[in-house]
């Protein structure tokens, strides 16, 4: 099917209007699998293709093996400066404060990696989240995906982490992070966590790196 099928104009469902900017707004397309095809075909469109906070740390490597496929394809080099990738990320005053904040059962990245698991695991789809593709799916811990998939520390760990990261998985041109309730009890750690990560840890990153944003 496609757009154009879904559109029932006397029902409204489905118009696509023209935005009002010209040419249109930048375009983002997210991208949570292995190898996703998403990515190559955002490369290939000129379009930001954005690597979920939620999936391991190959996956994202892998990102950017489909993204330089588009950038190919399409006949440019590939940079990276429009690829996106997001995080978890937790910072606290010193490691064993941040790794507190992060892994407490009763914090929301604790629940968010809990109940992301529980959804893919009844959607048959616990690959997208796996650290190890090759664990069975039944011994996939929460703590095993935490691991991986939050970077956090204090701004001084975190600041390394995120540099070996990147050169890890590849030439990401924006660091997003990924938010989480921002409210109740955690809600002041998870201000502080993004207050330290712009003002002590993403200045010295873009020195390091460049241009990052």
Same mark, same amino acid.
């Given at each position: 099917?496609?757009?154009?099928?879904?559109?029932? /104009?006397?029902? $409204?469902?489905?118009?696509?209007?023209?935005?009002?900017?010209?040419?249109?707004? /930048?375009?983002?397309? +997210?991208?949570m699998s292995p190898? +996703? $095809? +998403?990515?190559?075909?955002?490369?290939?469109?000129?379009?930001?293709?954005? +690597?979920?906070?939620?999936?391991?740390t190959y996956s994202v490597a892998s990102h950017w093996k489909k993204y330089c496929e588009g950038c190919e394809e399409a006949g440019r080099e590939p940079t990276g400066s429009d690829w996106r990738v997001a995080r978890n990320i937790v910072i606290g005053e010193s490691d064993a404060d941040a790794e507190a904040s992060a892994f407490s059962e009763t914090g929301s990245n604790h629940y968010y990696f809990s109940y992301l698991a529980e959804v893919l695991r009844r959607a048959d789809?616990?690959?997208?989240?796996?650290?190890? /593709?090759?664990?069975p799916d039944d011994e996939v811990t929460t703590e095993a995906m935490m691991r991986d998939m939050v970077i956090h520390g204090s701004a001084d760990t975190v600041l390394d982490k995120l540099i070996a990261f990147r050169e890890e998985v590849g030439p990401f041109g924006t660091l997003m992070m990924a938010a989480m309730d921002w409210s109740g009890p955690n809600r002041e750690a998870e201000q502080r966590s993004m207050r330290l990560l712009a003002e002590k840890v993403m200045p010295r990153l873009r020195q390091h790196v460049g241009s990052l944003r």
């Open positions: 099917m496609t757009i154009e099928d879904a559109v029932i /104009p006397e029902l $409204g469902v489905g118009y696509m209007r023209k935005p009002f900017q010209q040419p249109h707004p /930048p375009i983002a397309m +997210s991208a190898f +996703s $095809g +998403s990515v190559k075909t955002a490369a290939m469109k000129g379009w930001s293709p954005v +690597s979920a906070n939620f999936i391991p789809y616990m690959v997208a989240i796996k650290p190890d /593709p090759n664990v």
